[in-house]
C-alpha cells in the first residue's frame, strides 16, 4: 500500500513539474510588452502575493500549475508576474513597477489578472488597453480558461 502511495504521490509531483516546463513568467513588463507586440497576444498581467495569500497559491494549483492552462497559456497570452510578497526579495525598480501597475489598474485584492494589449511609444513608453479581468474561480483549470477566452477575444 505505502508503494501504491509513493508512486501515485511521485506521478502527481512529476506531472505538476511538467505543466511548468515551457512557461515563461515575466517581470519587466517592458520585455513582456516587445514579446507581446511581436506575437500580437495580450498581456496577462498576474497580481500575486506568492508567498502568503491563500487564494493566490490555490489559483496557481489549480489552474495555472495544470497542462490544460500551459497549452492554453502559450498559444494565447504572455504571462507577467508581478508580485508583492512578504518575504521574497525584490529589486526596487519590480517593487516600483509592480506598484505603479496595480495603481494604474486599481488592482484592490490578490489574486486578481489583467488582460490588456500593449503599444509602445516611440519613445519606449508602454501604454495598456484593459480588455478585462478576473481572479479566482471555482471550477478548475476549464472554467477559468472558457472565463479567460470570453475577456481576449475582445482584442
Known sequence: MKKILVIAFLTLTTMSLQAQEGLTWHTDLSKATDIS????????????????????????????????????????????????PRKNE????????????????????????????????ADAKVNLNALGSSGYVAGGPQVWIDG????IKKK
Open 37 to 84: 507586440i511581436k506575437e500580437n497576444k495580450p498581456l496577462f498581467l498576474f497580481f500575486t502575493g506568492s508567498d502568503w495569500c491563500g487564494w493566490c497559491i490555490r489559483l496557481q494549483k489549480e489552474v495555472f500549475k495544470t497542462p490544460e492552462f500551459v497549452k492554453w497559456a502559450k498559444e494565447n497570452v504572455i504571462l507577467v508576474e508581478l508580485d508583492f
Open 90 to 121: 525584490q529589486t526596487e525598480a519590480v517593487k516600483m513597477q509592480n506598484a505603479q501597475l496595480q495603481q494604474q489598474l486599481q488592482v484592490r485584492g490578490y489574486p486578481t489578472v489583467w488582460f490588456v494589449s500593449a503599444t509602445k511609444t
Open 148 to 151: 479567460a477566452n470570453q475577456i
